[in-house]
DNA sequence: AGAATGACCTGCGCGC
DNA sequence: TGCGCGCAGGTCATTC
């Protein structure tokens, strides 16, 4: 479920109480859990544990806690690698004191203990009803531009927010791609962090059919897309994410407010806020796709 | 290379 | 009330 605004959301939430903190404990209740990790280089609890925590960075969906470099002095154990995470569609990564029962709340798959030099003990319970996220220890590996990402993040673009997103060169791509400009907008190789919600908002704020082939629109238009893509997802991160229910929440188990905001994702049958005729709602990608049949004509 | 399909899962709301 | 169906913020592997 949750797009880059809830990932961020969690990312900054839980900086402050994981950086610098070193993990005493994990327990995995649930294989499931871990499916992202390989099992070939160590267990994933006997990796992490007695680990000492960097600042959680993310790009597009995937967020990962660097760790300090362990076992410096056992030869070819040095080697930088990250707990890495993924929602899936209804991961959650919850802050909890120390003593709270995983039992005591659904679908609590992993535990991960830590001891912090400035504040009480906590534990980081991940959550997820339906699996599809997972945590991994995973190796770090040097982009072109000199920064460190998973090894299974490489193949993920980077994401609109980041300063090094080239913008250019994203147009450029578009103007290149047949395929339908939705279909563009959900492939994290071309652009990572928008999913099912922001694509079709912000396909709705550019005025632009789903099913649009890339390559049709006009430089104008991929700029204008490019620009509502930020700008709903700026939105929608400072309204702490959306929430259609208890499923995507902040580490603090609050709920965003950005559904209140939302222009045709969910709206089928309801009035276009542009124009008023009823928001269509039609499968695309073994999905949904919501839009204005007036503002987003297929051309 | 791109497109289509299915697999991976649980739970909710709906109509019957 | 209970059952089956469709649906849900995602990714990945496999096929054509």
Not at 9 to 34: F, K, N
Not at 175 to 199: E, F, H, T, W
């Amino acid at each position: 479920m949750p797009e880059l605004p809830e990932v961020e959301v969690v990312r900054l939430g839980l900086a402050p109480a994981v950086t610098d903190a070193i993990v005493t404990a994990v327990d995995v209740y649930d294989e499931r859990a871990i499916t992202r990790h390989d099992h070939r280089r160590g267990s994933f609890a006997d990796r992490l544990t007695g680990r000492s925590m960097l600042a959680p960075q993310r790009r597009g969906k995937f967020i990962w806690i660097p760790l300090e470099p362990a076992g410096r002095l056992a030869a070819g154990e040095g080697r930088p690698d990250a707990l890495l995470a993924h929602l899936g569609m209804t991961g959650q990564l919850l802050l909890r004191d120390a003593w709270a029962r995983p039992e005591d709340e659904p679908h609590v798959r992993v535990r991960i203990e830590l001891r912090h030099p400035s504040h009480a003990e906590l534990a980081v319970f991940f959550r997820d009803q339906r699996t599809f996220g997972s945590l991994a220890l995973d190796e770090l590996v040097s982009t072109d531009a000199g920064d460190a990402v998973p090894s299974q993040v490489l193949h993920i673009a980077r994401d609109p927010i980041d300063p090094l997103f080239d913008d250019r060169a994203f147009l450029a791509s578009l103007m290149r791609k047949n395929s339908a400009i939705k279909r563009v907008l959900l492939d994290q190789r071309a652009i990572s962090g928008v999913g099912n919600i922001y694509a079709d908002e912000a396909l709705w704020a550019a005025r632009i059919h789903p099913e649009q082939p890339a390559s049709s629109l006009s430089r104008a238009k991929t700029r204008l897309l490019l620009d509502e893509i930020r700008l709903v997802l700026g939105k929608a991160l400072t309204e702490g994410g959306t929430s259609f229910d208890a499923q995507y929440v902040n580490v603090n188990g609050q709920a965003g407010y950005f559904a209140h905001s939302l222009n045709a994702y969910g709206r089928e049958g309801r009035p276009c806020p542009r124009c008023g005729t009823p928001i269509v709602r039609v499968s695309f990608m073994n999905r949904s796709s919501h839009y204005c049949p007036r503002d987003q004509r297929l051309r």
